[in-house]
């Protein structure tokens, strides 16, 4: 077998998108459309203190100013920002309090999606913030969790219950006018997750959310953020599925960390959106600001990212390293298929002593996907010692595809050290032939070597996400060969 | 100043040039280019090529054009010249000065001499090189140079034409806040050979600004090294596009030691296929030095070959780029091509920007680059000094290891080798502060 003849005959996704379904449930939208009002209708309907309003407002203030970033290798057909629809919520049914007051409906969408919301969180260990849409649901684990001092709940009760803690980190690792996507968010976020785990505490369980956009034409605006005091661990999943549509979803979440003095958090994304169908129709846009801050002495923040989904992807988890000795890491596997567009990567900024940094990102391009890995290493002339690793493969299947690999390295400091390698290469004859000499099938083949390929990432995530990434890979690349 | 007013001298000086008699086809592409050059300015650091130069050096005098080549006697070119020249040209302030050049005994079909003689005489080979691209894609300098270039040297072989003896081309700048803008052709038909040395010095604070068509026929075989030594004060730029044709091999090596603003830029087309590429250099850089090597290779046909590798060495307050990408065009399947970025960083005050870019479209291909960053080896560093050797001279001896390891990738020509060497160690004789 050759890739390239086999993607001239590019079936199309056989199996089809498996999650694409649309649960019917009363929508409490906001008009479509975008100005203060529509700022101030979403603080309203959520309730906000008046200091949100105004952070939001002023957020909202500095986006009218700034234009859509135009640097990333993407092509992305102009948004009317004024068309979609910046709120949705289920119906409110006066804050369910078990599971039992929950909307039937919205239940059974999540047993669709296999999400251990009821027994099966216990059984699967995973504490769930569910979000559907914009609202927070149900919450479980919520007590164990709080016998640990540990705040886990969704962004909005946060700002309720804990409006201390969240003032004082919101907006700091990413301000509002950080980007164009994320003074969109600032200004108009939805809900989201908070989580505070105090100075000490290991956190027993991993903790995860699952998004899934649901009204047609709304935009999700989520908002995480997460902060480890002082020792604290945490593991954080966030896994998103979302129904299939024809239209193109907007996302722009912002996604914060805080890790104080020696305090590790590790941050795993299985992203499984719509990517669209294989002529390139519909599809989500993905235009995410996520980053963390070290902001103490060995503090550690890992980003771990299975992107799958999304018909464009804009998404760069970064770290930035400020305490002494602090680490952050990056692991990516990225897939693009049919007429898929990614660009991600990742920006460590060194700037404490003894900072290490890691990069590792997997590139895979098949159909007429373009994928591409921008990536900053800077160094900054205080960071003593700082050391980086940067990797970088790509893996094309089809002549049609492309993988593109743009990392920006500036060192300020000669005792930093920074390496950085990147390959890219198609799967090679050799390997299929060999594995199907054994009786593989060719996908069979393709997705064991992929697998392979990406071993180093995939071994990062927590157990559960490891299994769904592996089925997540095969079913994103059917089609691309045979 | 506005960015306005920056150009302005640059425009008055076009209109304020001395009437020389000139092809009409020549007189419209200088118009054309100097209306271009209006229109874009000097680039910003916006632009994502120009994003790591800080142009100010440049901005804050303004460099017209040398009005004749200023005083040089032969001791001024004695400490660049190559020892096995077989042919020589000099050029002073952009201009040719025939008696410091020797221009050897040259074979039926080859064609050797100053841009200027070239367009009174053999105008049809230069009519091609100065094409639209020049003055409409091109970057500001390009079309500033072609607006405003009065000399340079044109190098054109016939097919089949080897030339065995060594082509060398000095550039020398004398002239204070002025420039020489200088523009280079050169064409080799099919089956020819040639090896080409050329040298920029001079003394002084001005400016030069080459550019530089080259065009590799079938078959052909270009060496052509660049030994980049201006003055500290001066600013360089030099731009060469250069497109190869099947089965064609070009070997550039760039040695950059001087000027206070020095960049280089590489557009390199691999156009037929089998053609390949060495793209290989060294760049020292000290005190408030800013040095760039900018390279685009453009795979645009099959069973391409490129290797680049490229080295730099910051020191005191300097400032090292690299910008390097790679593309990999649909059509070009079987391309190999591998990029290598090396920077030494030396000291807290001196900085070191690289990006290596690959651009991939294909899919049979076998592409890699790498890019580190760092200080001197302390083990390394303490085996000499157990050995008994200064610190100091120790530090002397690993970055000449570390910047002539690169000139070690120049194959069969002890010669070109010794003579790179040569100025690596000159260049470090003269000490960094740190």
């Given at each position: ?384 010692n700082?050391r ?26 000669p005792t930093a050290r920074?390496e ?63 | ?281 060294a ?28 080295k730099?060495v910051?020191a ?26 090396k920077n030494l960083l030396l000291s ?24 580190t960053v760092g200080d001197l080896d302390e083990a390394a560093l303490f085996y000499l000094e157990s050995r008994g050797i200064p610190v100091a001279e120790a530090r002397r001896m690993l970055i000449e290891a570390f910047a002539t390891e690169v000139?070690e ?15 690596v160690?000159?260049?470090l004789?003269?000490?960094i502060?740190r």
């Amino acid at each position: 077998m050759t890739d390239t003849t086999a993607a001239r005959n590019l079936a199309p996704l056989r199996e089809g998108y498996k999650y694409g379904f649309v649960s019917d449930i009363e929508s409490e939208s906001a008009p479509p459309g975008l100005n203060e009002d529509t700022v101030r209708f979403i603080a309203a309907k959520k309730g906000e203190p008046q200091w949100l309003l105004d952070w939001r407002l002023e957020a909202f203030r500095k986006w009218q100013t700034m234009e859509s970033p135009h640097w990333a290798k993407l092509r992305i057909a102009p948004i009317d920002y004024q068309a979609a629809t910046y709120y949705s919520a289920p119906k409110r049914q006066n804050a369910p309090k078990s599971l039992d007051e929950v909307d039937p409906e919205l239940l059974k969408t999540y047993e669709k999606l296999g999400i251990p919301l009821n027994e099966r969180a216990a059984l699967a260990g995973v504490a769930v913030d569910a979000v559907f849409d914009s609202v927070s649901v149900a919450t479980t684990f919520k007590r164990t969790l709080a016998e640990l001092g540990i705040v886990f709940c969704s962004f909005g009760e946060a700002v309720r219950e804990h409006p201390e803690l969240v003032r004082k980190y919101l907006g700091t690792v990413v301000p509002q006018g950080d980007n164009f996507y994320a003074a969109l968010n600032s200004a108009v976020f939805s809900d989201g997750s908070f989580a505070y785990i105090p100075s000490g505490v290991r956190c027993p369980m991993e903790l995860s959310t699952y998004f899934r956009i649901n009204a047609a034409k709304s935009g999700q605006f989520e908002r995480t953020l997460i902060v480890a005091d002082k020792g604290a661990y945490v593991s954080y999943l966030e896994g998103c599925t979302a129904p299939q549509r024809d239209e193109n979803q907007l996302h722009a979440a912002v996604v914060e960390l805080i890790a104080l003095e020696g305090a590790e958090i590790k941050y795993s994304t299985v992203q499984n959106w719509y990517p669209g169908d294989a002529e390139g129709k519909g599809g989500i846009y993905n235009f995410v600001t996520k980053r963390g801050a070290c902001r103490g002495a060995r503090a550690k923040i890992s980003w771990t990212q299975v992107e799958t989904g999304s018909a464009i992807t804009w998404k760069y988890p970064s770290c930035i390293l400020e305490g002494d000795d602090s680490v952050g890491e990056f692991y990516s596997v990225a897939i693009t298929n049919n007429f898929q567009q990614a660009d991600t990567g990742t920006k460590m900024l060194h700037l404490g002593r003894n900072t290490r940094s890691t990069i590792i990102s997997k590139g895979i391009s098949a159909g007429r996907g373009q994928n591409t890995y921008r990536g900053l290493v800077r160094v900054q002339p205080k960071a003593e010692n700082a050391r980086n690793y940067t990797q970088c493969d790509s893996l094309l299947i089809g002549d049609k595809c492309g993988a593109h690999t743009v990392p920006y390295i500036e060192a300020r400091n000669p005792t930093a050290r920074i390496e950085h390698e990147a390959t890219t290469s198609k799967i090679s004859d050799d390997q299929m032939f060999y594995c199907q000499q054994r009786g593989l099938s060719k996908e069979d083949a393709l997705s064991l070597i992929v697998n392979g390929f990406c071993k180093e990432v995939l071994k990062e995530l927590p157990m559960e996400f490891a299994v769904e990434a592996q089925k997540l890979l095969a079913v994103s690349l059917e089609g691309s060969v045979g | 100043m506005s960015a306005l007013a920056e150009i302005q001298p640059y425009v008055e000086a076009f209109k304020a040039r001395p009437p020389v008699p000139e092809p009409s086809w020549l007189v419209q592409r200088r118009d054309g280019a100097i209306r271009r050059f209006s229109e874009l300015g000097w680039p910003t650091r916006k632009q994502e090529a120009w994003r790591f130069t800080d142009l100010r050096p440049l901005q804050k005098s303004s460099f017209p054009p040398a009005a004749a080549a200023g005083d040089a006697t032969e001791a001024d070119v004695a400490p660049w010249r190559y020892p096995n020249a077989a042919h020589r040209i000099v050029l002073v302030d952009g201009a040719f000065v025939p008696a410091l050049s020797a221009i050897g005994t040259l074979p039926k079909g080859a064609w050797l001499a100053s841009t200027s003689q070239t367009l009174h005489e053999r105008p049809e080979l230069l009519e091609p090189a100065l094409r639209e691209t020049d003055v409409l894609g091109g970057q500001a300098f390009v079309s500033l140079n072609a607006a405003l270039f009065a000399d340079g040297f044109v190098l054109a072989l016939e097919p089949g034409i080897a030339l065995d003896g060594a082509i060398e081309i000095v550039h020398l700048g004398r002239a204070a806040n002025r420039s020489a803008q200088l523009r280079n052709l050169i064409l080799l038909g099919p089956n020819s050979r040639a090896t080409l040395i050329e040298t920029y010095a001079g003394a002084g604070a001005y400016w030069t600004n080459a550019v530089g068509v080259v065009g590799i026929g079938i078959g052909a075989v270009l060496r052509h090294v660049k030994l980049q030594d201006e003055d500290e004060a001066a600013i360089h730029f030099g731009h060469n596009r250069i497109e190869l044709g099947r089965d064609a091999r070009y070997e550039n090596f760039t040695l950059s030691l001087g000027g206070r603003l020095a960049r280089t830029d590489i557009h390199l087309k691999l156009d037929g296929e089998g053609a390949a590429c060495g793209l290989y250099g060294a760049t020292l850089l000290r005190d408030e030095q800013e040095g760039t090597i900018a390279t685009v290779v453009d795979h645009a046909a099959p069973h391409g070959t490129t290797r680049e590798y490229f080295k730099s060495v910051a020191a005191d307050r300097a400032h090292g780029v690299f910008l390097g990408t790679i593309g990999v065009r649909p059509q070009a399947q079987k391309t190999d091509a591998n990029q290598l970025s090396k920077n030494l960083l030396l000291s807290r005050r001196a900085a070191i920007d690289t990006k290596p870019e690959l651009e991939i479209l294909a899919d049979d291909v076998k592409c890699s680059h790498g890019a580190t960053v760092g200080d001197l080896d302390e083990a390394a560093l303490f085996y000499l000094e157990s050995r008994g050797i200064p610190v100091a001279e120790a530090r002397r001896m690993l970055i000449e290891a570390f910047a002539t390891e690169v000139i070690e990738r120049i194959e069969d020509d002890a010669v070109l080798r010794a003579h790179l060497s040569r100025h690596v160690a000159r260049w470090l004789a003269a000490g960094i502060a740190r």
